[in-house]
């Protein structure tokens, strides 16, 4: 009985969640250019709602659950469509421009997140979409970091402005330098964010071009998992740091399976199962189409769960932040290339 009570509680702001997604869905499917995803759309028709409505009793628990639970879901479902075999098909070149790419982002990214007095989890929210797969990355970052709504929208709305100068820019400055097929996918497969935006400005240039941009965009994806490992550890150290200042007593005894998230193992487990074929084509599609239309609820209930007001709180500086470390990664990426002779 208590079950269905949860339930019920929980099916108003998860069916509102859903109903903005499939609005999103088909906004994005009226664009004449894929320019914008639907989960950037769902995030802003969210915080648009906010501004005017603000979520009562009825709606809140179940946007809670959507924004947390469903998210993490939606993430373990992802590996279901990822092939860790892809790595060595693209090769070693690629994973040696994401190297420096990554630690672009959270190596430089860190201190100009400090520069700029950026809270840490919003500066990592916003190298990890800029350098790993935009929205993606930061979904499955937030819940490992505890992060706030307003920063995920934050970095979610950070991402997706640079995204869309780079699917402008990059056509142009690929044929400007004279960019080989293979060379300008590497480039924009490594430097632009979000997976449709990495395909829209790879088939700008050549069709070769968006199918190895695509192909290497994949291999970025699977950074998530050591990425989230890495916060997972960050995460837990700072809280028996601030266990330990509060004079709690904060046992040393040490376990890697309580550190990692349990939707980051699950997302592994689908990914590996993938990898060795397991998984029927059909079905790995379709799981694929369900965990992004669950990721774009989750994303919709974000944005109903966060105000304009509480961004503006941030400041210019998140911007910045993310104008700076998108314009080193572009930067860094085609010059390993030149530095390795592929262009």
Not at 127 to 136: D, E, K, L, V
Not at 243 to 252: D, I, N, R, S
Not at 269 to 282: C, E, R
Not at 297 to 324: E, Q, R
Request: with cysteine.
């Amino acid at each position: 009985m208590e079950k269905i009570k949860y339930a019920g509680k929980l099916l108003p702001g998860f069916a509102m969640a859903l109903v903005i997604a499939a609005i999103a869905k088909l906004l994005e499917g009226l664009l004449p250019i894929h320019l914008i995803g639907a989960s950037v759309i769902a995030l802003f028709i969210g915080m648009i709602l906010n501004h005017f409505w603000k979520p009562n009793r009825l709606f809140a628990t179940g946007l809670k659950f959507t924004s947390k639970k469903i998210l993490k879901f939606a993430i373990i479902l992802l590996g279901a469509s990822l092939n860790i075999r892809i790595v060595l098909e693209v090769g070693k070149l690629s994973l040696c421009v994401m190297v420096f790419t990554l630690l672009t982002c959270f190596g430089i990214g860190h201190f100009v997140g400090r520069a700029l007095k950026i809270n840490w989890k919003l500066s990592n929210l916003i190298s990890a979409g800029t350098g790993i797969c935009g929205g993606s990355a930061i979904a499955a970052i937030a819940p490992v970091i505890d992060a706030d709504d307003s920063d995920i929208a934050y970095a979610m709305s950070a991402t997706f402005l640079f995204d869309m100068a780079m699917i402008v820019l990059f056509p142009i400055m690929g044929q400007a330098m004279g960019l080989t097929d293979m060379a300008y996918g590497l480039w924009a497969g490594t430097a632009v964010n979000d997976t449709s935006s990495v395909v829209a400005a790879g088939y700008a240039f050549s069709e070769a071009a968006g199918d190895f941009a695509t192909m290497v965009k994949l291999t970025r994806t699977l950074s998530i998992i050591p990425t989230v490992i890495a916060f997972a550890l960050i995460s837990a150290h700072l809280k028996r740091k601030e266990a330990g200042a509060g004079g709690t007593a904060v046992k040393a005894e040490f376990r890697l399976v309580k550190v990692i998230p349990w939707f980051i193992l699950g997302f592994l487990g689908l990914a590996v199962i993938n990898s060795f074929g397991l998984i029927p084509a059909g079905v790995s599609a379709g799981m694929k189409d369900i965990s992004k239309f669950l990721m774009i609820a989750a994303l919709a209930a974000i944005g109903l769960n966060t105000s304009f007001k509480d961004m503006k709180k941030s400041g210019f500086a998140p911007m910045l932040h993310g104008f700076i470390i998108s314009l080193l990664v572009v930067v860094v990426a085609i010059a390993v290339e030149y530095f390795m002779g592929i262009v």
